[in-house]
C-alpha cells in the first residue's frame, strides 16, 4: 500500500515538473540571429528546466551577481546566449520595435570606478550634455560635447559652483538641478569658500549662472534632493532622500525621506509623498497624468557604520519598485493619489529615471537599465555589466541612449522606436 502510493506521487512530481516546459528558454531574435548582442527570452521564462540557481544577496551573495541573466540553468544549453547579450528582449513584439535592427552598445569613455555619475541632461541648443559625479571631494560637473567626432569630454564649472548634483531635467532652456550638499567647499575655479545647502539650483546653460530656488524647509535643511520633474506648470517635483548624508557631502538626515512640490512663483513647498522608503527616480507620463516615483530602499541607513562612505548596507528585502501614481491638478499645484507598484526591480532597485516620447519607462537598475511600458511591464533590458546609474537621451533625433555608471559612459546607437521628450 505505501509502495504503491509513493510511486503514483512520482509519476506524478515527474509529469507535474515537465508541464509547461518548452525548451529554448532563450532564441536569438528573429531579423537578428547573427546578432549576438540581443537575445530574446520566451515567455519570460516562466517555466525553467530544474536544477536553476539564481545567486540571491539574501543569501550573502554580492548584489551584483544577483540577476536573471546570471541564473545558472544548466540544462538548458540556450540560456548562455545571456551572457554575450547587451540587450535582452522579454517582450518581442515592442522590444525589436524599440531596438531596430542593428542596436549597437559601445563604451565612449572611462570614468572614475568610486563615484556614482548622475544628473545627464542634453542640451539640444549647444548639442551637449552635462553631467555630476556626487562624490567628496569632486566640485565640478563634466561637459561631453557631441558637436565633435568622436564626442569629448571636459570638466565643467558653473557660477557660483555647485556641489554634489545628484538630479538634473532640462525645462524651457534651463537646468534644474537637485543638488545633496552642505559643506562648504572650495570653488574650482579660484579657490575660494562656496556655502551651500541642499536644494534645488537652475542652471542657464548658455552662460554657466547658477541661481539658488529652494535651499530650506521652513529654516531646516532638506535632507539631500535626489532627482526631479518640472511639470508644465513649472512646478518642481524632488525627491529628497538620504544620499547626501551616505556620500558624506551633508550632516544626518532631518526629515523623512519624501517627495515634494516646489512651486518657484510663491516658494511654496510642499510634501506630496512620504511612504516610500528612498525615494530616488521620477518621472511624469506624456500626457501629465501619471506621476513614477521608484524606490531604492535596498540601501539601508541603520546601524550603517558612519566612517564607511557610502554610509548604507545592502537590505535585499528593502523597496525595490517603480510605484506610479494618479496626478490631480488643484490650486496650489498638482498632488498625488492611487499609490501602486507596477514593477519590483528583478536585479537591485531603480535608480535614474527617465520617461521617452512613447511613455516608455527606463530605470538605471544595477548593471544595466530596464525598459518598461507604462504599465511596468519588462520590455527588455540592456546589459552593461558593471553598476549603471542614469541615463539621458541625446542627439538631433534624441534617439541615441547615453548610460552613465561606475567606471564608464556608454553610448547606445541605431535605437528606432524610443525617443527622449523635449523636456528631458
Ligand atoms: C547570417 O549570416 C549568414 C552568413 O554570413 C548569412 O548567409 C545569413 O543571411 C545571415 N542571416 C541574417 C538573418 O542576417
Ligand atoms: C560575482 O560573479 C563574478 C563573476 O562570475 C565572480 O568572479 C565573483 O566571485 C562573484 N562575487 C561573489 C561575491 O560571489
Ligand atoms: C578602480 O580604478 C583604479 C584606478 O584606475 C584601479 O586601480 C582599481 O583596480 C579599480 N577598481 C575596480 C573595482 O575596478
Ligand atoms: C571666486 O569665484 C566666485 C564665483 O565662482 C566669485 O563669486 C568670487 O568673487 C571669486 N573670488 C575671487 C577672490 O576671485
Ligand atoms: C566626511 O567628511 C568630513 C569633511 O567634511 C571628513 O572630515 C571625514 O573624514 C569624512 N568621512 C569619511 C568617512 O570619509
Known amino acids: 500500500m505505501a509502495l504503491r502510493s509513493s510511486s503514483i506521487l512520482f509519476i506524478a512530481t515527474h509529469v507535474a515538473a515537465q508541464a509547461g516546459f518548452s525548451p529554448p528558454s532563450v532564441q536569438r531574435c528573429p531579423g537578428l540571429v547573427n546578432d549576438s548582442s540581443v537575445a530574446?527570452?520566451?515567455?519570460?521564462?516562466?517555466?525553467?528546466?530544474?536544477?536553476?540557481?539564481?545567486?540571491?544577496?539574501?543569501?550573502?551573495?554580492?548584489?551584483?551577481?544577483?540577476?536573471?541573466?546570471?541564473?545558472?540553468?544548466?540544462?538548458?544549453?540556450?540560456?548562455?546566449?545571456?551572457?554575450?547579450?547587451?540587450?535582452?528582449?522579454f517582450d518581442q513584439a515592442r522590444g525589436l520595435g524599440i531596438l531596430g535592427s542593428t542596436p549597437k552598445l559601445e563604451k565612449m569613455f572611462d570614468t572614475r570606478n568610486d563615484s556614482i555619475h548622475e544628473a545627464p541632461v542634453y542640451v539640444a541648443g549647444l548639442n551637449v550634455i552635462i553631467f555630476s559625479?556626487?562624490?567628496?571631494?569632486?566640485?565640478?560637473?563634466?561637459?561631453?560635447?557631441?558637436?565633435?567626432?568622436?564626442?569629448?569630454?571636459?570638466?565643467?564649472?558653473?557660477?557660483?559652483?555647485?556641489?554634489?548634483?545628484?538630479?538634473?531635467?532640462?525645462?524651457?532652456?534651463?537646468?534644474?538641478?537637485?543638488?545633496?550638499?552642505?559643506?562648504?567647499?572650495?570653488?574650482?575655479?579660484?579657490?575660494?569658500?562656496?556655502?551651500?545647502?541642499?536644494?534645488?539650483?537652475?542652471?542657464?546653460?548658455?552662460?554657466?549662472?547658477?541661481?539658488?530656488?529652494?535651499?530650506?524647509?521652513?529654516?531646516?535643511?532638506?535632507?539631500?534632493?535626489?532627482?526631479?520633474?518640472?511639470?508644465?506648470?513649472?512646478?518642481?517635483?524632488?525627491?529628497?532622500?538620504?544620499?547626501?548624508?551616505?556620500?558624506?557631502?551633508?550632516?544626518?538626515?532631518?526629515?523623512?525621506?519624501?517627495?515634494?512640490?516646489?512651486?518657484?512663483?510663491?516658494?511654496?513647498?510642499?510634501?506630496?509623498?512620504?511612504?516610500?522608503?528612498?525615494?530616488?527616480?521620477?518621472?511624469?507620463?506624456?500626457?501629465?497624468?501619471?506621476?513614477?516615483?521608484?524606490?531604492?530602499?535596498?540601501?539601508?541607513?541603520?546601524?550603517?557604520?558612519?566612517?564607511?562612505?557610502?554610509?548604507?548596507?545592502?537590505?535585499?528585502?528593502?523597496?525595490?519598485?517603480?510605484?506610479?501614481?494618479?496626478?490631480?491638478e488643484a490650486p496650489p499645484g498638482s498632488y498625488i493619489t492611487n499609490k501602486r507598484p507596477i514593477w519590483l526591480a528583478e536585479t537591485f532597485a531603480d535608480d535614474g529615471f527617465h520617461v521617452s516620447r512613447e511613455g516608455y519607462l527606463l530605470g538605471a537598475a544595477g548593471t544595466g537599465v530596464d525598459v518598461l511600458s507604462e504599465y511596468g511591464e519588462l520590455i527588455l533590458r540592456i546589459e552593461v555589466g558593471g553598476a549603471i546609474n542614469n541615463l539621458q537621451f541625446a542627439g538631433a533625433e534624441r534617439d541615441e541612449l547615453w548610460l552613465f555608471g561606475s567606471g564608464g559612459i556608454f553610448r547606445v546607437g541605431g535605437l528606432e522606436g524610443i525617443h527622449g521628450m523635449e523636456k528631458e
Not at 531635467?169 to 534651463?174: P, Q, V
Open 40 to 89: 530574446c527570452v520566451d515567455h519570460y521564462a516562466a517555466v525553467l528546466p530544474y536544477p536553476f540557481e539564481r545567486a540571491a544577496a539574501a543569501n550573502g551573495a554580492d548584489p551584483e551577481n544577483d540577476t536573471f541573466v546570471g541564473t545558472s540553468v544548466p540544462s538548458d544549453p540556450s540560456f548562455v546566449l545571456l551572457e554575450d547579450a547587451s540587450f535582452v528582449v
Open 133 to 328: 559625479l556626487p562624490h567628496q571631494g569632486i566640485y565640478e560637473q563634466k561637459i561631453i560635447n557631441l558637436n565633435d567626432t568622436p564626442p569629448t569630454i571636459a570638466d565643467y564649472t558653473t557660477t557660483p559652483p555647485v556641489y554634489a548634483v545628484n538630479g538634473g531635467k532640462l525645462y524651457k532652456g534651463k537646468i534644474y538641478w537637485a543638488s545633496e550638499a552642505s559643506l562648504s567647499f572650495p570653488s574650482p575655479s579660484n579657490g575660494s569658500l562656496v556655502q551651500q545647502t541642499p536644494g534645488i539650483y537652475q542652471l542657464d546653460p548658455y552662460t554657466g549662472k547658477v541661481v539658488t530656488l529652494v535651499n530650506n524647509y521652513y529654516g531646516t535643511q532638506l535632507n539631500s534632493p535626489n532627482d526631479l520633474w518640472i511639470d508644465s506648470k513649472g512646478d518642481i517635483f524632488f525627491t529628497d532622500s538620504w544620499y547626501g548624508y551616505a556620500i558624506n557631502v551633508t550632516t544626518y538626515p532631518v526629515h523623512t525621506p519624501a517627495t515634494y512640490r516646489f512651486r518657484p512663483s510663491t516658494g511654496a513647498l510642499s510634501i506630496v509623498e512620504n511612504t516610500l522608503e528612498q525615494p530616488n527616480g521620477i518621472g511624469i507620463s506624456p500626457d501629465g497624468k501619471t506621476m513614477y516615483i521608484t524606490d531604492t530602499g535596498v540601501t539601508k541607513f541603520e546601524r550603517a557604520p558612519k566612517d564607511v562612505v557610502p554610509r548604507y548596507t545592502y537590505n535585499p528585502f528593502g523597496g525595490k519598485s517603480v510605484y506610479a501614481f494618479d496626478i490631480h
